[in-house]
């Protein structure tokens, strides 16, 4: 076995400026709102969208009052969905990563007493679901399809975890412990115990972190066997159902496919991206995770061939999956319809996190660029500027007319809400901005893979430090300087993103190297010798026009503007006319689109100024007439206005649009 040089896990503090100002209203905003709402201090308003799982009449969820009612302490029914608990486990887990960058007593105190509520739900066994221990303790892992029981312990596990890490708390480990241990007696190979899985992957994910805390080899043997498992007998979700209907209408929810719950066939053997979004990248992040930690070659190949597939053919250009409503799923290749597309915030959050277990798994650039994306586009825009309104699905295309008038679109929202009725995505966003710290290097052996471009303090260990300097991703220019007393060579990494192509320049003391990139990566040798070296990377951050593939029938000429990582996107209240009549003029496409940063707006945002040309006689026609070659000469030039996507819906509300209409040769 080699040894490791550093410490996986570097001691890294953040000092972006963007990602500062997120963080510190995760800690002044968003978990002190997200308490209000869950403890029922404050009353949200919910969207009216009778679709994806908001059909709660006002805020009806009471999701701490639940587990008070488990507890003992209060009298009275389960309100909300079978997994309310787990909301109440992302903010727990969130709280955990905000601690370790701003001291909050208050927050702290919360955490606190509500660790001290759990316990006092827990049943002895360790068993914990308020749902099943409130009103159905006779279903327990009865009706596993839609039960969540697994997936709600799993966040459980996965914020003690966090919190243990945070604060050293014994009593949130062991809670954790003991609920692990409850499904490790009812669950696994063994005779006797249940051979199946729940519907809703995540304990795949808890699991081997709490193996990862407990060094309790157990953990990861269960989580090995849920992964093999998935899959094995389709049938298994719906034979518990041969007994009998439950007496909780929710459990018995059957109209979705073994597809939609990842259990056709193997999970070893899937080979594309099947069902819903959600369960897909949490299965995946916690394959390769085991995958990792077990050296398991099997699961490590299904999760690069779902990447692939997810990536290569079935993700938006802001990273975003889940292209239909209908079961907030995935569709088929290159299907990516921009206005009745799902693109929940919690699959992003997911994806964001199966990119850092792959990067663990094999250091390249792809994984890196794809979290990059997702941190950057698909996951901050499920929150608003303010910290107190959230997407659930985040299209790229909308319009409060269609959201208004066409029952297909009902799902798109064209603002933030405060809360839903199903609100697992606005804790699941807070708990990746307050851990994005985890998320900048992977550390292997000898060699530090610096991957992110977000300005940070970072130590690994060994007399090895960072410091990250840059105003990503407002410039291109960043600089690392990394001191060493660790009187050993080791190697030093840095992407070169995808979106950079080959125009970056870098220099390593001032002088510039031409190394090339290998799986998107320079690495420079640290020799022994060398107490500190200054690393600088230009990247060009010039507007790209970008196009998609020409099987995606959606984007088919269309353009979309990028800007390093950051996808931008057209607002109404930025533009006179209807969006979609814009065609963006052949000069915008060689270059004449360009950035420029506005102070006052939305905080400080670049804004893109786009070269278009709109028809002057657009108001005249009929619904039909025939084509008038003269039309070409009746373009007025004009501009668009582009913000970035994170930043849409802060303002009135009104259209939006990513993919902007093409001109032809002539304009
Ligand atoms: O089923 C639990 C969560 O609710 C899923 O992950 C989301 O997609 C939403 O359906
Ligand atoms: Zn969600």
């Known amino acids: 076995m080699k040894t490791k040089l550093f410490s996986t896990r570097p001691n890294v503090e953040i000092t972006s400026e963007f990602w500062c100002r997120y963080r510190n209203l995760i800690v002044d905003k968003v978990l002190p709102y997200q308490w209000a709402v869950m403890s029922d201090e404050q009353d949200a308003k919910l969207p009216d969208d009778p679709s994806s799982g908001n059909s709660f009449d006002g805020n009806e969820g009471h999701t701490l009052r639940n587990l008070r009612i488990a507890a003992g302490l209060e009298k009275g029914h389960h309100t909300g969905y079978q997994f309310q608990d787990s909301d109440l486990y992302k903010w727990l887990e969130a709280v955990a990563y905000a601690l370790r960058y701003r001291e909050d007593s208050h927050l702290r105190e919360l955490a606190d007493d509500l660790i001290d509520l759990i316990s006092q739900a827990q049943e002895p066994d360790g068993y914990l679901v308020s749902l099943f221990q409130i009103d159905y303790p006779q279903e327990r892992f009865k009706r596993l399809r839609q039960s969540h029981e697994l997936y709600t312990m799993g966040h459980y596990i996965e914020a003690a975890v966090a919190y243990w890490e945070a604060t050293g708390s014994g009593k949130a480990l062991d809670i954790a412990r003991g609920m692990a241990d409850c499904i490790d007696r009812a669950f696994g190979p063994q005779e006797g115990k249940i051979h199946g899985v729940d519907g809703h992957p995540e304990i795949e994910v808890a699991l081997p972190r709490l193996y990862e805390a ?160 997702q941190l950057f586009n698909g996951a901050i825009s499920g929150m608003s500027l303010d910290g107190s309104h959230f997407y659930y699905v985040n299209p790229l295309e909308a319009d409060p007319a269609l959201s208004a008038y066409n029952p297909d679109k009902k799902h798109v929202l064209t603002h933030r809400a405060e809360w839903f009725g199903c609100s697992c995505c606005p804790a699941n966003i807070a708990r990746l901005v307050a851990s994005v710290d985890r998320y900048l290097y992977t550390v292997t052996d000898n060699t530090i893979y610096a991957h992110q471009f977000i300005a940070n303090r970072a130590s690994f260990g060994h007399g090895v430090s960072v410091v990250q300097d840059s105003d990503f991703p407002r410039s291109g220019h960043i600089s690392w300087h990394v001191e060493s007393s660790a009187n050993t060579d080791f190697r030093f990494a840095i992407r070169i993103p995808d979106w950079a192509e080959d125009n970056y320049v870098l220099q390593i003391n001032g002088i510039s190297t031409a190394i090339p990139p290998r799986n998107g990566f320079i690495t420079l040798e640290v020799p022994a010798s060398c107490i500190s070296m200054n690393v600088t990377l230009d990247l060009d951050m010039s507007v790209r026009a970008m196009q998609a593939n020409e099987n995606v029938r959606a984007d088919a000429d269309k353009v979309a503007f990028m800007r390093g990582p950051t996808v931008f996107c057209a607002e109404q209240v930025d533009n006179t006319n209807d969006l979609w009549k814009y065609r963006v003029t052949q000069e915008a496409l060689r270059g004449g689109a360009v950035s420029q940063f506005d102070a006052d707006l939305l905080g400080g945002v670049e804004t893109i100024c786009v070269p278009a040309v709109l028809d002057k006689n657009n108001n005249v026609k009929k619904l039909y007439y025939p084509v008038n070659h003269d039309d070409e000469a009746d373009m007025e030039s004009v501009s668009l206005r582009l913000i970035p996507y994170y930043a849409w819906a802060n303002r009135e509300n009104g259209q939006m649009l990513v993919w902007l209409r093409r001109g032809d040769k002539t304009t």
């Not at 390769?288 to 699961?299: G, I, S």
């Open 214 to 373: 407990t060094g309790e080899p157990r953990y990861l043997e269960l989580a090995s066997f849920f992964l093999h498992e998935r899959g094995k007998d389709p049938n298994f979700l719906d034979q518990q159902f041969k007994e009998g209907l439950s007496p909780c209408e929710m459990l018995n929810e059957s109209t979705f496919s073994h597809k939609y719950y990842q259990i056709d066939k193997p999970f070893t053997q899937q080979t594309t991206a099947e069902g819903h979004a959600v369960r897909v990248v949490y299965l995946c992040e916690g394959a390769a995770h085991v995958a990792h930690l077990a050296d398991d070659e099997q699961l490590r190949a299904a999760a690069e061939r779902l990447w692939t597939n997810i990536v290569d053919r079935r993700m938006y250009i802001t990273g975003q999956v889940g292209s239909t409503h209908e079961g907030e799923a995935f569709t088929y290749d290159y299907d990516l319809p921009n206005d009745t597309m799902y693109g929940e915030s919690c699959a992003s959050v997911g994806m964001a996190m199966f990119a850092r277990r792959m990067l663990d798994i094999e250091q390249k650039g792809e994984y890196a660029d794809v979290l990059e994306k």
